[in-house]
């Protein structure tokens, strides 16, 4: 079993700046065999959206080419911990923004976190 707990959103002016935080826990197997990480985000009356991932070994990719060149996923300074550094935010990033997790065939997500990014 995987828990996420995602942190780090808020409200943001446009231009402004948001780092999300996804800690895991939970059984060390399961946390040790984590293969990808996701951030996604679901917008009022849109459907879920993949934003980037992150694999076990560290390769990445920006998935939403509308975030590509602001976004960037990396591993947490803290163990077990995948960040969503998000720049030059938009009115049209605001969203709940949340962690998934594949591990052992298993997908995990967290609660989500709101974005909300002002004009």
């Known amino acids: ?30 946390i040790r065999n984590i293969n990808v990480t996701s951030w996604y985000r679901q917008a009022p009356e849109k459907q879920r959206e993949l934003v980037a991932y992150i694999t076990r070994d560290s390769r990445t990719n920006i998935i939403l080419d509308s975030v590509k060149g602001r976004f960037t996923i990396s591993r947490g300074n803290a163990k077990n911990m995948v960040d969503l550094q998000m720049n ?5 990033d605001t969203a709940v ?23």
Request: with cysteine; aromatic share 6%; proline share 2%.
């Open 1 to 30: 079993q995987v828990r996420l707990v995602e942190s780090g959103g808020g409200l943001v002016q446009s231009g402004g700046s948001l780092r999300l935080s996804c800690a895991a826990s939970g059984s060390i197997l399961s």
């Open 88 to 92: 030059s935010l938009k009115p049209e």
């Open 97 to 119: 923004y949340s962690c998934q997790a594949t591990a052992l065939g298993d997908i995990y997500w967290g609660q989500g976190t709101q974005v909300t990014v002002s004009s």
